[in-house]
């Protein structure tokens, strides 16, 4: 079985054209009669594993090793002084978790991995695949690329770019394959040295329902030992099925599931179609129906201060001596019963670069704060493929929920969250992240944390392992670049 989540398919007849179009794009530049290839790569492998007793309510993978290794090679092309073509493509396998339900000594159902159940999961994924054009003061690029608006991150952060804006789900990830890739137009226009201002127009390829468009605007500037930005982005802002993205009441949830509600079977009292797509909100002695979408807006700012340049001349590592921050507001539009404080949808992160004097060549340390009162975990929707199926035998596997597990006060529909989940307890998260490059050509790389790692699940149920910081990690990696 081949191990993948939605964050690393693509959807569609039109996703599938749009990266071919990009990957000929990226690959044949007949009208230049001078382009020279240049192909590099690397390998690595990884050794995950919890250090402590983990959060119980996802798989139980305590002490439960978890391994992968892959490589990608990059080919890329300059036939003149202002055009380019990179495309990259890449291998990985690694063993992911598999649920096992048993009853504990009270007879309640709860999850627990089944150690004879660990599975090798393998694939091919395409990396980047695109075009650009560009001169001294702007640049255009087409196709799928990486991208990212700040340098100094290590592991958390980067709000706009990873998780969708309602609910407000965070990611993590040192080396998170294809998290902050994207499929579209990007434009960077720097009129004057210390100034950037990028325009990303991407097609939503990481979660259902999948191409819409979003449209994302990020200005930089930099002067000294100062370094400061900010950005916006409107998730789904031309929906190509808005029945689906933003449903306007009842009738458009039942037009768009295609099946009766009330024959929903998802287990004994379950509620799982409203809780799913919209709520009843009973007080005041009236029943209003609150419809909730999956487009929105998220605003950034973020900063940096790097000491060194006030230092003179520095013979340990460039990235030492920097202090950076970022926060986001996930949702500028309040609704009712879940998203009513601004509060509540604002991660803030803080990081530092420690110097080592040349010992290593990064040692960071990031934490960060994130007063969500939901369970910061997308389960409802990577798992919609075992959640939603009506007794007609009509899946809407296709369904994404903008409604979060949670265990909030007053919310009974809401009470998905596992019973042993305080979400409380998760606001802080920390990382401690270190790299060495030795023989110019392998770099070790050591990473303990509690912050957003969820273990591959075949089951396709991401939780996070760690649900409050005294709930961490270990993880090892080596990349040998292959030139």
């Known amino acids: ?74 080919l890329g092309n300059k036939p003149s002084d202002n ?93 998170e394959i294809g998290a902050l890739t994207k499929m579209g137009a990007l434009t960077s226009w720097t009129p004057i040295e210390s100034f950037r201002w990028d325009v990303l127009a991407s097609f939503e390829t990481d979660y259902k329902p999948f191409m819409d468009l979003n449209l994302s605007s990020f200005v930089t500037w930099h002067a000294g030992l100062v370094e400061l930005g900010a950005g916006v982005e409107s998730q789904r802002l031309v929906e190509f099925n808005p029945c689906i993205t933003s449903p306007n009441g009842v009738q458009d949830v039942n037009d768009c599931l295609g099946g009766d509600p009330k024959t929903v079977t998802a287990g004994p009292g379950a509620d799982l179609y409203q809780s799913a797509f919209l ?55 309040d609704y009712p019963l879940i998203y009513e404080k601004k509060g509540e949808r604002i991660p803030v992160l803080a990081g530092v670069n420690i110097p080592t004097f040349g010992l290593l060549d990064q040692l960071s340390l990031e934490a960060e704060y994130y007063n969500a009162p939901y369970q910061n975990d997308p389960y409802k929707l990577v798992g919609a493929y075992d959640v939603f199926q009506f007794s007609d035998g009509n899946s809407i596997n296709y369904a994404m929920s903008p409604i ?6 007053g919310q009974g529909h809401l009470s998905k969250a596992q019973v042993d989940f305080d979400p409380k307890k998760d606001n802080l998260k920390w990382s401690l992240f270190a790299s060495k490059r030795v023989q110019d050509r392998i770099t070790f790389k050591v990473q303990v944390a509690s912050d957003h790692w969820r273990v591959p699940n075949n089951n396709f149920v991401q939780y996070e392992a760690a649900a409050n910081p005294g709930q961490f990690y270990g993880s090892f990696r080596v990349d040998y670049s292959l030139r």
Request: glycine share 12%.
């Open 1 to 74: 079985m081949g191990w993948k989540t939605d964050r690393m398919e693509v959807a569609g007849n039109w996703g599938r054209a749009a990266l071919l179009a990009s990957c000929l794009a990226s690959a044949g530049t007949p009208v230049f009669s001078e382009a020279k290839l240049d192909v590099s790569g690397y390998a690595w492998t990884q050794y995950q594993q919890g250090v402590t007793e983990m959060y119980k309510g996802a798989a139980n993978f305590d002490h439960d090793p978890f391994f992968s290794a892959g490589g990608m090679l990059f």
């Open 83 to 175: 055009w380019a073509t990179d495309l990259s493509i890449g291998v990985f396998f690694g063993n992911s978790a598999i649920k096992k339900t048993i009853m504990d000594t009270n007879s309640t159902v709860i999850g627990r991995t089944n150690p004879n159940s660990i599975s090798l999961g393998m694939g091919a994924f395409l990396y980047e695949a695109s075009v650009a054009y560009h001169t001294p003061s702007l640049s255009l690029k087409l196709g799928k690329f990486h991208y990212t608006y700040s340098d100094y991150n290590t592991n958390m952060g980067l709000y706009l770019l990873r998780g969708p804006v309602y609910p407000g789900f965070i990611y993590s990830g040192f080396e």
């Open 279 to 333: 709520i009843i909100d009973t007080t005041g002695g009236k029943a209003d129906t609150i419809t909730y979408s999956m487009a929105g807006t998220k605003v950034m700012i973020r900063g940096a201060l790097d000491l060194k340049q006030v230092m003179g001349e520095y013979a340990g590592s460039s990235k030492d001596w920097v202090f950076y921050f970022e926060a986001a507001l996930l949702g500028i539009k």
């Open 404 to 409: 979060p597990p949670s265990n909030k006060a």
